[in-house]
């Protein structure tokens, strides 16, 4: 069974930081087969892309909202995905998911067909 397992979530205020970890596990699952991902969910709101990184962490994309404010980086022998939140603002309250894609290729878009989700950690940024 595999395992996403989020952590770093919390209060902050705007302009400030917080950098969320991603810990994965699972007898079977190779962590360096698999693209990860951020996505967040705010209130009322459909589950949006934030980030991706590749399985070697070569390539990263992000979605308009963040780019230059966040950064995705991943530890293949920690099997440990991050995602560095700077500059944070209102808007960027939500619930965050960590995300697992099988694939060795690039990344140059938004993944589709998660294979595995996290359960999500809060991320409340107050103005």
């Known amino acids: 069974q595999v395992q996403l397992v989020e952590s770093g979530g919390g209060l902050v205020q705007a302009g400030g930081s917080l950098r969320l970890s991603c810990a994965a596990s699972?007898?079977?699952?190779?962590?360096?087969?698999?693209?990860m991902a951020w996505f967040r969910q705010a209130p009322g709101k459909e589950r949006e892309f934030v980030a991706a990184?590749?399985?070697?962490?070569?390539?990263?994309y992000y979605a308009d909202s963040v780019k230059g404010r966040f950064t995705i980086s991943r530890d293949n022998a920690e099997n440990t995905v991050y995602l560095q939140m700077n500059s944070l603002k209102s808007e960027d309250t939500a619930v965050y998911y960590c995300?697992?894609?099988?694939?060795?290729?690039?990344?140059?878009?938004?993944?589709?067909?998660?294979?595995?989700w996290g359960q999500g950690t809060q991320v409340t940024v107050s103005s």
């Open positions: 995300a697992a894609k099988r694939t060795r290729t690039v990344v140059n878009g938004p993944p589709r067909g998660i294979d595995y």
């Open positions: 699972g007898r079977t699952f190779i962590f360096n087969n698999y693209a």
């Open positions: 990184i590749s399985w070697s962490g070569g390539t990263a």
